[in-house]
């Protein structure tokens, strides 16, 4: 009898067993495919913007990675991309890490400017020594997605009254003054700006910061295993994350058009 019994519990323990080990060879696998997609990304983005050279001394190999030379290249990149936005005649962003500036720019003059408290940037836009980034921020990025906790263009409907005697004056207040504020601003190369309110005093500020931020963790996740299931590396997504005065932030994502264009200048 006892040995009936312990063979019936074996198939159990067998399926178990099986299943613990699937899951540990995905997580391994899902692990090892996430680790692959940062340098897919850079090798995508050096072999778009990176530097062939023609001849192979010693001379031209060096001069590209000279702390003095990537500075000039990095105000010429930064120039370079302001002056194609200025030629749009449209409203657009340019985010100076080096002085921590935020500017909404029209036709190269800066007609509003915020200071980031705080930012951070993924390793792959901070690499100075790739020629292939700087070269890529001569280019301004475009918008092509925007996600937000407040609206691109509040609409307030109203009805009109038939005549003065049924005329009453808003007594609504005005809430998007103290709503709170963050965004994600994804570029059609795949580059996503995150920009966060600086002010998380409120539980109320603090509680959709978080619930922001866990649905883009989501999502990103969700997408990862539909290309992970397919045997493909998920695509990476370069970012910079800054914080700005509430106020600030509102008043670049409303300013900013659906599909404006942002220069970036780097540390």
């Known amino acids: 009898m006892e040995t009936e019994k312990s063979n019936k519990k074996h198939p159990g323990k067998v399926i178990f067993l099986v299943l613990i080990s699937i899951i540990s060879v995905f997580i391994i696998y899902y692990s090892i495919m996430l680790m692959i997609s940062p340098s897919r990304k850079m090798e995508e983005i050096k072999k778009e913007f990176g530097v062939k050279f023609t001849d192979k001394n010693d001379l031209d190999q060096q001069i590209p990675k000279d702390s003095t030379y990537l500075v000039l290249l990095k105000e010429k990149a930064f120039l370079q991309s302001r002056i194609i936005m200025a030629e749009s005649d449209s409203i657009y962003l340019t985010l100076n890490l080096a002085d921590s500036t935020a500017n909404i720019e029209i036709c190269g003059v800066v007609v509003h400017k915020s200071k980031m408290k705080s930012f951070k940037i993924s390793k792959i836009l901070s690499s100075d020594n790739e020629n292939a980034i700087l070269s890529m921020l001569a280019t301004p990025f475009t918008i092509s997605n925007a996600l937000a906790t407040i609206k691109k263009e509040p609409v307030m409907i109203k009805m009109a009254p038939k005549d003065t005697s049924e005329y009453k004056p ?23 700006i995150f920009v966060y309110q600086e002010e998380n005093v409120k539980f109320n500020d603090r509680m959709s910061l978080f619930t922001f931020d866990i649905k883009d963790r989501l999502r990103d ?30 008043i670049i994502y409303r300013a900013i058009p659906k599909n404006g264009q942002i220069a970036v200048f780097g540390q």
């Not at 290309?227 to 005065?245: G, M, N, W």
């Open 221 to 250: 996740t969700w997408s990862a295993l539909k290309s992970v299931a397919v045997f493909k590396v998920p695509e990476y997504h370069p970012f910079i994350k800054i914080r700005l005065p509430r106020t600030d932030a509102k």
């Open 170 to 192: 808003d007594i609504m207040p005005d809430t998007s003054i103290t709503e709170p504020v963050n965004y994600i601003l994804e570029m059609k190369d795949g580059i996503r």
